[in-house]
């Protein structure tokens, strides 16, 4: 198993800037990709980037441009530069996991973290 700590997130205006971070342990070994989703009441939970331990990035289209993930030196610990911060970037922000399981990609999550963008 593996355990995810975040850390970072708060309220900010427009245009400004914040950076999160997670530490994972436990199983670390067996992390293959490491990422943060978001999620807003009555949605679902999305994908805002992630990275794989051979330095793959995904990010989301809205994301692009203004947000990088990056590791900390290694995979176990990971941060989101979030930069030109808008409205719609509110949300509950969580840390993911993702390791090789029985039965495929088996997800951890940690406990979230509130990003509040507003003036």
């Not at 990010?59 to 990056?70: L, Q």
């Not at 030196?73 to 941060?79: E, F, W």
């Not at 996991?97 to 999550?109: C, I, L, N, Q």
């Amino acid at each position: 198993q593996v355990q995810l700590v975040e850390s970072g997130g708060g309220t900010v205006q427009p245009g400004g800037s914040l950076s999160l971070s997670c530490a994972a342990s436990g199983r670390i070994f067996s992390i293959y990709a490491m990422g943060w989703y978001r999620q807003v009441p009555g949605k679902q939970r999305e994908l805002v980037a992630q990275l794989t331990r051979d330095d793959t990035t995904t990010y989301a289209d809205s994301a692009k441009g203004r947000f990088t993930i990056s590791k900390n030196p290694t995979i176990d610990t990971v941060s989101l530069q979030m930069n030109s911060l808008k409205p719609e970037d509110t949300a509950v922000y969580y840390c993911n996991a993702k390791s090789p399981g029985r039965s495929g990609m088996e997800d951890s999550w940690g406990q979230g973290t509130q990003v509040t963008v507003s003036s």
